[in-house]
């Protein structure tokens, strides 16, 4: 039988062998010499699927309209986000992380997450007995959406939540919350100045 050990017998082992990069020097032959082998590669599949929007645009979970009613700064306003990028800008003291902590409150997340107040009463204008934070939530495609408010009482560290208009409980709402894939845990804000350039 013989022992001669072919150039081609080295591409086929080496080729059986894989390997997870393009190329690799295949194990050296009887001559001490190693040929570069072609290897084929498996394709990673992606771990991220694709935002599926109805046809308004929005993703279900999105936050459609958030309405304040004697809450910290606010009298009563109400904003109305589009279904994709949105920012809140101004100047300092104008209010842009009273509406991020609006809406982590809103969502049942306790206000010692928030780095400001942690009594609930204090999120109350100064001089309103009572207020409100109401946050309406794109509902899953084909469903109607998802309405809730949490009242607040100047009197009370306690509070109380209604889903579309009937009283609920906080752990309903959190659940409400996983149904939709919210994650208020997520949110973040940036509150800095812009600073013009100097021209000379």
Known sequence: MSSTHTHEQDREDATAQGSP??????RLNHQ??????????EKVKSVFEPLIRDADGYVPGSIVRVQLHNFLTYDHVEFRPGPHLNMIIGPNGTG???IACAIALGLNWPPSILGRASELNSFVKIGATDGYIEIELKGKIGKKNLVVRRNLSSTS???TYNLNG?????REVTQKMNELNVQVGNLWFAAKPIIPPIIP
Request: net charge positive; charged share 25%; hydrophobic share 20%.
């Open 21 to 26: 990069k393009g190329y690799k020097r295949s």
């Open 32 to 41: 001490g010499d190693g040929l570069p082998v072609q290897v084929k590669t």
């Open 96 to 98: 842009k992380s009273s």
């Open 157 to 159: 560290k306690g509070s």
């Open 166 to 170: 009937q009283a609920a409980t906080g």
